[in-house]
């Protein structure tokens, strides 16, 4: 099993022969890692969640939980955390930022849409299997399973989200008829993510869009929960 202090192991090295100058500039950010080492680190914890290195973290018999996020902490030192998270429909993190902490994060499996704050207004991305993204201080965003599309019976089915922001949320089946129908979690893939906190979280704040397009924060918590508790 590939170790968080093998892998922080040649991130310090990558650091030691950076030049003076950048080391200095370094210093005064939160943690010694760069975004390249977090993505680097998520890209390894998939590797070994593919790979079976985690199977003893992950939920038993292979059900995993339908109702609500699921995550499992994956390494940890001083100056990192890394989860693997388990998303489930129509369930959104909610518009936050992570304090003092960087982040990244590697999708495994399913799609994730973030909707992230540009200063005026939530723009939406999805993120598939094999994607990465990575999170400077002060990154604002709601992160949720991303709309799933499945033949199923030969009626095509949608999972429609959207942030909390933005009205309902929720997984509806759309039938060929027009009904809308709920669907059952456990019916679709898991929609699977490593993500990596450096320093590892202390705090989350969130907040909510305004009627003017600026952004209000409403509370900030104390957690070491990936992406707010669960
Ligand atoms: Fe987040």
């Known amino acids: 099993m590939r170790s968080s202090v093998l892998s922080l192991s040649s991130a310090r090295d990558s650091l030691s022969a950076t030049p003076p100058l950048e080391r200095s500039v370094a210093s005064a ?26 199977d003893h973290l992950l939920p038993a018999n292979g059900v995993w ?32 930022d992570h304090a003092g902490s960087l982040g990244a994060l590697t999708v495994l499996s399913g799609a994730l849409s973030e909707f992230r704050w540009n200063g005026t207004e939530l723009r939406r991305r999805v993120l598939s299997a094999g994607d990465q993204a990575s999170f400077p201080i002060g990154w ?13 019976d030969g009626s095509a089915q949608f999972v429609a989200d959207s942030p909390a922001q933005f009205g309902a949320s929720g997984a509806a089946h759309f039938a060929t008829d027009g009904a809308v129908e709920p669907i059952d979690p456990a019916l679709l893939e898991p929609t699977l993510s490593v993500h990596a906190y450096s320093p590892p979280l202390t705090a ?21 929960q990936p992406e707010g508790d669960m």
């Open 29 to 54: 950010l939160p943690t010694r890692l760069r975004p390249a080492d977090l993505l680097r680190l998520t890209d390894e914890g998939a590797e070994d969640v593919l790979a079976g290195r985690y």
């Open 65 to 96: 939980p339908s109702d609500e996020r699921w995550a499992a902490r994956l390494l940890t030192d001083d100056e990192v955390d890394v989860w693997l998270i388990s998303w489930t429909p129509g369930k959104s993190t909610e518009l936050h």
């Open 140 to 152: 604002v965003h709601d992160v949720m399973r991303a709309p799933a599309q499945s033949v199923s």
């Open 204 to 224: 989350m704040s969130y907040y909510e869009v305004t009627g003017h397009g600026t952004l209000r924060r409403t509370r900030t918590v104390l957690t070491d």
